[in-house]
């Protein structure tokens, strides 16, 4: 009923930038809080950053100063900006979302997954 679609992955050579989209659609009612994780071959899934509905955000240390999270309240999208990029970041991003559906119920939503790959 609910679901989440990421895109924007691909390779990119370090250094570059990239942006990842993330489009929640169904019967949401509001959207509590939206981020973003990435699983790396062989790691466990991290978060990378979060932003809250009140507009507050977090990131992993990991990529503060060089991603931001950012949302289109009216298209129910989030976005991830990702500049500087080092191999280190490659991996499949997911979107993860904690919604009130219309029939007020909290759901935690995960994308499919979109592959960023940062490699020369």
């Known amino acids: 009923q609910v679901q989440l679609v990421e895109s924007g992955g691909g390779l990119v050579q370090p250094g570059g930038s990239l942006r990842l989209s993330c489009v929640a659609s169904?019967?949401?009612?509001?959207?509590?809080?939206m981020g973003w994780y990435r699983q790396a071959p062989s790691k466990e899934r991290e978060l990378v950053a979060v932003i809250i509905s009140d507009g507050s955000t977090n990131y992993a240390d990991s990529v503060k100063g060089r991603f931001t999270i950012s949302r289109d309240n009216a298209k129910n999208t989030v976005y991830l900006r990702m500049n500087s990029l080092k191999p280190e970041d490659t991996a499949v991003y997911y979107c993860n979302a904690d919604v009130l559906t219309l029939t007020r119920r909290y759901l935690e939503l995960w994308g499919q997954g979109t592959l960023v790959t940062v490699s020369s």
């Open positions: 169904g019967s949401i009612w509001t959207i509590n809080a």
